[in-house]
């Protein structure tokens, strides 16, 4: 595995990070568009909810087979051209979903879709981690994913505006889209040069940061079920809509305000396995407590306020430490493992969630995200004690 070169500059090289970053929350604004427009019309089209859902997470099938393509793609026209090239292919995609009412093709338009913003997400993080200087990557990375949290509270608040009638809110999210292009051409000279494939299948990658694919997957899974779940769980409470989905936007509120905070605390330690063991036990006490502070919405808020921002920097987190680990081509093929294992957990996590709430009724809501975090804590620590010398 290539190691990241000793002599990097620890200056913030901004123009790089900005058009990363700035093109990647313009598809954060889209996808928060995007999401609840789509259900929500599916719903109105008289779908079950049940073919909803699964339309729903083709997304993370997509990302799942746009992953070990992305860094092929990025080695043969390089990081900027693919950019771009997903840029117009998802926006283009996304007006294809007002203009095509049959719902069996929305499944490969979804595939097209979510496989464009995948290839955008690992190209820019890889792009962001390659920019950022080693000692204040963690920082970088904080800056990347509040940036990243704002653009899909962004779009949660254009589709309260302007709703799911007509074509407005498609050509919204088709022009926000669009709008990602032209930072990266700006900097297109700036990105990263893949100037050698991989030295191994982007999944072998895996083994060499364990803690970080575990951890990301558990995020995947938490944030994926626990998001589209946490609204049955609060409403089964007896609190109403409102204070339910009120209960969201107070996750996310945590989510925005601990990740540059945690990514500082991620340049200050020299294990950040170690901080990734911290955030999954405080996810895990987080989880089992939830029951417990369920009697009061506001012991309840106050709960999902820091337990989602802690949880959420298990994948800041884990990006840092694989920017830590990799570099060049290497770091390209271990992003796309990291965002397919976070896939990965986006598919398994609702369907283990809505499980366990059948099985254990409305608490079973957190029994099953406490059972994910124990996996993850126990992982974490005999990673930490047998292997202390290994990212």
Do not use: C
């Given at each position: 595995m290539s190691e990241p070169l000793g002599g990097e500059s620890e200056a913030i090289h901004w123009p790089s990070l900005i058009a990363a970053i700035a093109s990647i929350s313009a598809v954060g604004i889209a996808i928060g568009l995007g999401l609840p427009l789509l259900s929500l019309l599916l719903e109105q089209r008289g779908i079950p909810s049940s073919l909803n859902g699964l339309n729903t997470a083709t997304a993370g099938i997509a990302a799942?087979?746009?992953?070990?393509?992305?860094?092929?793609?990025?080695?043969?026209?390089?990081?900027?051209?693919?950019?771009?090239?997903?840029?117009?292919?998802?926006?283009?995609?996304?007006?294809?979903?007002?203009?095509?009412?049959?719902?069996?093709?929305?499944?490969?338009?979804?595939?097209?879709?979510?496989?464009?913003?995948?290839t955008l997400f690992i190209l820019s993080e890889f792009w962001i981690n390659h920019a950022a200087p080693p000692s204040k990557r963690g920082f970088v990375l904080g800056v990347y994913a509040t940036v990243l949290s704002m653009g899909f509270a962004g779009g949660t608040a254009i589709f309260s505006l302007v709703g799911t009638q007509g074509v407005l809110p498609f050509v919204i999210g088709a022009l926000v889209i669009t709008l990602a292009a032209i930072p990266i051409f700006i900097a297109r000279k700036e990105s990263p040069y893949l100037d050698e494939k991989p030295r191994q299948h982007f999944l072998r990658y895996t083994f060499a940061v364990p803690t970080a694919i575990m951890g990301v997957f558990v995020f995947g899974a938490v944030e994926a079920g626990g998001l589209a779940l946490l609204p049955v769980y609060a409403t089964r409470l007896g609190f109403t809509e409102s204070q339910a989905s009120t209960l969201l936007t107070v996750m996310a509120i945590g989510n925005v305000a601990l990740q540059i905070p945690i990514g500082l605390m991620?340049?200050?330690?020299?294990?950040?396995?170690?901080?990734?063991?911290?955030?999954?036990?405080?996810?895990?006490?987080?989880?089992?407590?939830?029951?417990?502070?369920?009697?009061?919405?506001?012991?309840?808020?106050?709960?999902?306020?820091?337990?989602?921002?802690?949880?959420?920097?298990?994948?800041?987190?884990?990006?840092?430490?694989?920017?830590?680990?990799?570099?060049g081509s290497d770091l390209a093929a271990a992003n796309a493992a990291f965002i397919f294992f976070y896939a990965v957990g986006t598919v398994a996590g609702p369907a283990a969630i809505g499980a366990g709430m059948d099985l254990g009724g409305t608490d079973g809501f957190a029994w099953t995200l406490t059972a994910f975090f124990v996996v993850f804590v126990v992982f974490a620590l005999y990673r930490l004690i047998f292997h202390p010398r290994r990212t």
């Open positions: 799942m087979i746009a992953a070990p393509i992305t860094t092929k793609l990025a080695h043969d026209y390089g990081v900027a051209t693919t950019m771009i090239w997903a840029v117009f292919v998802a926006a283009i995609s996304s007006l294809g979903f007002y203009y095509i009412e049959n719902f069996w093709a929305w499944f490969p338009l979804r595939i097209v879709f979510h496989g464009a913003t995948t991620a340049d200050r330690i020299r294990d950040r396995r170690l901080l990734l063991l911290t955030m999954g036990v405080i996810g895990l006490i987080g989880a089992f407590l939830l029951p417990h502070a369920s009697s009061s919405w506001v012991k309840l808020a106050v709960l999902l306020l820091i337990w989602g921002g802690v949880v959420a920097g298990l994948y800041t987190v884990g990006l840092s430490l694989i920017g830590q680990r990799f570099s």
